[in-house]
């Protein structure tokens, strides 16, 4: 399995932007179609976006379509969230995740692997 571990979390005012990483350590980077969830205090963990093994298939929550994109660049291990026009109802742990399949899923218990999360805060 991979092991992921995301980056680039912090504080932004409403309208600002973010740009969240994942790096997999572990097998090959190219099995895995990956995604990435968001649990606010109190409310279950919800899907975000997630993207295909080779990174030509997405898909996203509507709540974040047209404001966030995802991509990989699998050279590198990595897959990225750029978060644009944020807003504070997007304030949560975000966290990425691995699934050793070609596609992605939205459906959190069919990803294998998950990384420890990263705070994203947007202030009003």
């Known amino acids: 399995q991979v092991q992921p571990v995301e980056s680039g979390g912090g504080l932004v005012q409403a309208g600002g932007s973010l740009r969240l990483s994942c790096v997999a350590s572990g097998r090959t980077f190219t099995l895995y179609a990956m995604g990435w969830y968001r649990q606010a205090p109190g409310k279950e963990r919800e899907f975000v976006a997630a993207i295909s093994r080779s990174g030509r298939g997405t898909t996203y929550a509507d709540s974040v379509k047209g404001r966030f994109t995802i991509s990989r660049d699998n050279a590198k291990n990595t897959m990225y969230l750029q978060m644009n026009n944020l807003k504070p109802q997007d304030t949560a742990v975000y966290y990425c995740?691995?699934?050793?399949?070609?596609?992605?899923?939205?459906?959190?218990?069919?990803?294998?692997?998950w990384g420890q999360g990263t705070q994203v805060t947007v202030s009003s």
């Open positions: 995740a691995a699934r050793s399949t070609v596609l992605p899923t939205t459906i959190p218990n069919e990803y294998d692997s």
